[in-house]
């Protein structure tokens, strides 16, 4: 079998896999019951639980196929779904309380279910570590200028902000811990 037809071969697998696997995960999550389920427990629980499935469905896909300069592992998987989480906090619109104070609303008023999303538990969890603390915060002296007036605008910038950097920088040392010292070698020869 030529290097063509093998790679053709492997990318067919590819496609196949990725086709099986969101037909499953799709039949999956669709059903009623699952629906209602996730819509009765808490919304880390149920972004924790499509992680998974988002995790293994990645794995399942691309499992052995040459990535990086070597076999897609375990640690690539980790990585792409960290990448992604932190993308989808950005790019997934503003679906967290923060959406429902920035227009007026009362965040108890939106179903829990709404709020399992990337940046709706990432916004929850730093909302129950800044929501206590004394506001406004770093103002400039003799104004009334601040950079946070609220709990909201810190739990706010610490959402969509520090946390995606946080989650590239540490997915960069994940991936790169192994292989950085190669490419840099490589580089400065």
Not at 17 to 25: C, K, N, Q, S
Request: aromatic share 16%; charged share 10%; net charge positive.
């Amino acid at each position: 079998m030529s290097r063509r037809s093998r790679a053709s071969h492997v990318y067919e697998a590819i496609y196949i896999r990725f086709a099986l696997g969101l037909a499953v995960v799709g039949l999956f999550y669709s059903r009623q019951a699952v629906v209602q389920f996730f819509s009765s427990v808490n919304p880390l629980f149920t972004l924790a639980a499509w992680y998974l499935a988002y995790g293994l469905f990645i794995y399942f896909v691309f499992q052995g196929v040459p990535f990086l300069g070597r076999r897609f592992g375990v640690l690539d998987a980790l990585v792409i779904v960290m990448l992604t989480f932190a993308f989808l906090i950005v790019f997934n619109q503003v679906e967290s309380p923060y959406a429902a104070i920035a227009t007026g609303k009362n965040p108890q008023e939106v179903p829990e279910i709404f709020y399992a999303t990337e940046d709706g538990v990432v916004f929850m969890a730093w909302q129950g570590i800044v929501q206590s603390w004394s506001y406004p915060m770093l103002c400039l002296p003799g104004t009334s200028l601040c950079l946070w007036n609220h709990w909201y605008d810190l739990a706010r910038d610490l959402t969509y902000v520090a946390t995606p950097l946080i989650l590239v920088a540490i997915s960069g040392l994940v991936l790169g811990a192994s292989r950085a010292g190669r490419h840099v070698a490589r580089a400065v020869r």
